[in-house]
């Protein structure tokens, strides 16, 4: 199941920004992160994808969402420009950034790839 993140959900399950300057990850699991807004014509074609990720890569990689528009402080601090961008964060090592409408065997690619995660 994709979960929505704010701010506070964000700081607990990925990076706590005000209290560590450099990257450190809090999550138990990689994770991918989908920047979006309800309005994006691409967010809306990435939605189903990411569903059926979460279903197959279920208790391997948590999905998680944040609307940009509602949580501008986390767009900003990520440099989003373009909507969807997408961070893949690995448990070890810097999370990557993609944008776009990534077609799913993109994603599965780079779940393996940076996530280092098989099905």
Do not use: H
């Amino acid at each position: 199941m994709v979960e929505f993140l704010t701010k506070e959900t964000f700081k607990e399950k990925v990076f706590d920004f005000e209290n560590n300057k450099d990257w450190k990850f809090e999550g138990g699991k990689p994770c991918l992160i989908d920047f979006y807004a309800d309005w994006c014509q691409p967010c809306k074609m990435v939605a189903p994808i990411l569903e059926e990720l979460s279903e197959e890569y279920d208790g391997k990689v948590d999905i998680y969402k944040i609307d940009t528009e509602a949580q501008q402080e986390l767009a900003g601090m990520f440099g989003i420009q373009s909507i969807p961008s997408l961070l893949f964060v690995p448990k070890e090592g810097q999370p990557q950034m993609a944008q776009g409408a990534l077609p799913k065997d993109t994603f599965e690619r780079a779940i393996k790839d940076v996530l280092k995660v098989e099905k």
